[in-house]
């Protein structure tokens, strides 16, 4: 994303801010619709910038946490369909 913004004389860094601003909004919202508590919105904001930066930059992983996340070390699950 770094690389598109750049191209189109848009700074980063005014990308990383507008995703950090709306996902912000996104748990602030879940909070009020009841979906997560203040304490699991403030838990998974705590690292939302630098997320939302190594997105921006290419070099976010995937992996994900919070409260339905799997535990730490394992590998997602995959099945394959047979026929």
């Known amino acids: 994303m770094?690389?598109?913004a750049k191209a189109n004389n848009v700074d980063p860094q005014k990308v990383i801010d507008a995703l950090v601003e709306d996902g912000k909004q996104e748990l602030?919202?879940?909070v009020h619709?009841?979906?997560l508590t203040q304490a699991q919105s403030d838990s998974m904001a705590t690292d939302l910038t630098q997320r939302v930066?190594?997105?921006v930059n290419g070099t976010?992983?995937?992996?994900r946490s919070g409260p339905?996340?799997?535990p730490a070390g394992t590998?997602?699950?995959t099945?394959?369909?047979t026929s």
């Open 79 to 81: 099945t394959t369909p």
């Open 60 to 63: 976010f992983s995937a992996h």
């Open 28 to 30: 602030a919202a879940a």
């Open 2 to 4: 770094a690389d598109v």
């Open 53 to 55: 930066t190594d997105q």
């Open 75 to 77: 590998q997602p699950t």
């Open 68 to 70: 339905d996340a799997p």
């Open 33 to 35: 619709a009841g979906t």
